[in-house]
T-cell receptor, first 110, second 116 residues
Framework: SQQGEEDPQALSIQEGENATMNCSYKTSINNLQWYRQNSGRGLVHLILIRSNEREKHSGRLRVTLDTSKKSSSLLITASRAADTASYFC??????????FGKGTKLTVNP | NAGVTQTPKFQVLKTGQSMTLQCAQDMNHEYMSWYRQDPGMGLRLIHYSVGAGITDQGEVPNGYNVSRSTTEDFPLRLLSAAPSQTSVYFCASSREGMGTSNQPQHFGDGTRLSIL
């Protein structure tokens, strides 16, 4: 069964606005990763945050992790039409497996 | 580098047929895995391998076989195709697959499989 659950399932915003997506998970983790999937393509790794980190930045991306609440958020600032994609969180616990959520579909309108 | 290459990109099968989905990576990654992606279900792990000669089951292994004879290749075999196996299949690889690994996974562009 899925470990991570993204919220919302779908998000539609205007270009230039910020987009926030949330991920909740159920068991303890070693790290949490965010991936982007453009239509018809494979997933592309965006950012990884370790369980002992609380916030991480990469360009226009900001990820936070709250292990006490078992949740993470992905913020995309100053969104562009090219950010239109599905975004997935994935968690890795103590096993060899990386478990993905169902994704948030982001649409950025020009 | 090509990264992770999956073939074919599209395939239509009849119920009961067998086929092999190919996956190859040129990054010398130890860890490889197969996922299926269905609408509203996200990605579900089918099988994975932590190195040549070592494979293990994921969340939804039934109806699929894998082998890992080389570091580069990780084929997925459908033994007797069923309509429930209609899906998009993704292969991924990463530098290591230990439980505490902080390595990201690299994905291929998928194989879109329809079973009639």
């Amino acid at each position: 069964s899925q470990q991570g659950e993204e919220d919302p399932q779908a998000l539609s915003i205007q270009e230039g606005e910020n987009a926030t997506m949330n991920c909740s998970y159920k068991t303890s983790i070693n790290n949490l990763q965010w991936y982007r999937q453009n239509s018809g393509r494979g997933l592309v790794h965006l950012i990884l945050i370790r369980s002992n980190e609380r916030e991480k930045h990469s360009g226009r991306l900001r990820v936070t992790l709250d292990t006490s609440k078992k949740s993470s958020s992905l913020l995309i600032t100053a969104s562009r039409a090219a950010d239109t994609a599905s975004y997935f969180c994935a968690t890795r616990g103590g096993s060899e497996k990386l478990v993905f959520g169902k994704g948030t579909k982001l649409t950025v309108n020009p | 580098n090509a990264g992770v290459t999956q073939t074919p990109k599209f395939q239509v099968l009849k119920t009961g047929q067998s086929m092999t989905l190919q996956c190859a990576q040129d990054m010398n990654h130890e860890y490889m895995s197969w996922y299926r992606q269905d609408p509203g279900m996200g990605l579900r792990l089918i099988h994975y391998s932590v190195g040549a000669g070592i494979t293990d089951q994921g969340e939804v292994p039934n109806g699929y076989n894998v082998s890992r004879s080389t570091t580069e290749d990780f084929p997925l075999r459908l033994l007797s195709a069923a309509p429930s196996q209609t899906s998009v299949y993704f292969c991924a690889s990463s530098r290591e697959g230990m439980g505490t690994s902080n390595q990201p996974q690299h994905f291929g562009d998928g194989t879109r499989l329809s079973i009639l």
